[in-house]
């Protein structure tokens, strides 16, 4: 496929939902910060996939992006590290970055499966408050 923009950037699924309050504690009630794997709640990939197919998940990094560039005619193509797992040879987080980006249009065929390393993944806290902002922890996982 002819390639009228090449992206390659930082894979991430970010999930959003009121019970990641552990993210105010590891960041601050409305922080940011860049997390160490380590780190990363140790979800199982079952949890993850029922977070993502009960809509509290989106595409992130190249994902805010690359599907608006697509849609104005242009042919995309993301260059990203997954990783591994059961779900088509991925894990349930960059099956869901992949299979986003595919349903866009987008050229995913410069894509690197991690063994080891999980897809990038952000944690966001919902909150209700109206002017409350909760924190978010990215743990970039396959993109180190």
Known sequence: ?????????????DLRHEAFDFVDK??????????R???MPDYPQSQMKRWIDDGFATAGGPGN????????????AVGVNLGAGDYGGLDAQGRFFHDTMAANGIDMSATFVHPRLPTGTTFIH???GEHDRGGIAYFPN???
């Open 126 to 128: 919902s909150t209700t």
């Open 37 to 39: 794997t380590e780190d």
């Open 65 to 76: 992006t690359a599907p608006l560039i697509a849609r104005t005619g242009l042919k995309v």
């Open 1 to 13: 496929m002819a390639t009228d923009v090449l992206i390659l950037n930082t894979a991430a699924c």
């Open 26 to 35: 590891l960041v601050g009630a409305g922080g940011l910060a860049k997390c």
């Open 142 to 144: 396959a993109n180190n």
